[in-house]
């Protein structure tokens, strides 16, 4: 359930004000208002308030990450500086566009996905990692794929430090270790 609250609760309260004033204003103004009229405004204005609660409710709600069972967040990256390219999978090289993703390290990999769409942009099982290097202000890692194949990703996140020191504690003593 929806519950209002905060900042929307005074959003929500300052909209209320305005749309009385409106009415208020708008009954001055036209003395010869009819009854049928006054249904009529009542009526839209009922429909554009449930239009924007709707509109407002579908683009302020976030939508989580779908994890595994036993799947444990470790770091995330969903700044405006959080995005991912994409090198080359196996032989095909592709040309380089930045993709903006909100960015998850799990206990089970690294995951992209487009901001507040929940789709998946990326996924690097840890078991599949060939390496990984700090690049510019990103990591570059080189993993294998579902066909064995050698492919490369950058990824850039808010905090490289930080991701680069989680990358180092969960490949230390691993047989993959950078």
């Not at 036209?30 to 204005?45: A, E, Q, R, Y």
Request: aromatic letters at 14%; glycine letters at 6%.
């Amino acid at each position: 359930m929806f519950v209002l609250k905060g900042p929307l609760l005074h959003g929500f309260i300052y909209m209320l004000v305005i749309i009385v004033l409106s009415i208020l204003m708008m009954f001055s103004l036209f003395s010869s208002v009819t009854f049928v009229d006054i249904i009529l405004v009542v009526i839209g204005l009922g429909i554009g308030l449930f239009a924007a609660y709707v509109m407002f409710h579908q683009f302020s709600q976030e939508r989580a990450i779908q994890f595994f069972p036993g799947e444990n967040l470790i770091l995330e990256s969903r700044g405006p500086r959080s995005y991912v390219v994409i090198q080359y999978l196996g032989n095909v090289a592709f040309k380089e566009e930045y993709v903006k993703a909100d960015i998850y390290l799990t206990n089970l990999g690294t995951m992209a996905e487009i901001p507040g769409t929940a789709k998946p942009v990326l996924f690097i099982p840890h078991d599949t990692v060939i390496e990984y290097q700090p690049h510019d202000s990103g990591i570059i890692m080189h993993y294998l794929d579902h066909n064995n194949q050698l492919c490369e990703a950058r990824i850039y996140v808010e905090d490289r430090n930080a991701w680069m020191n989680a990358l180092f504690s969960m490949y230390a003593g691993s047989p993959r270790k950078i």
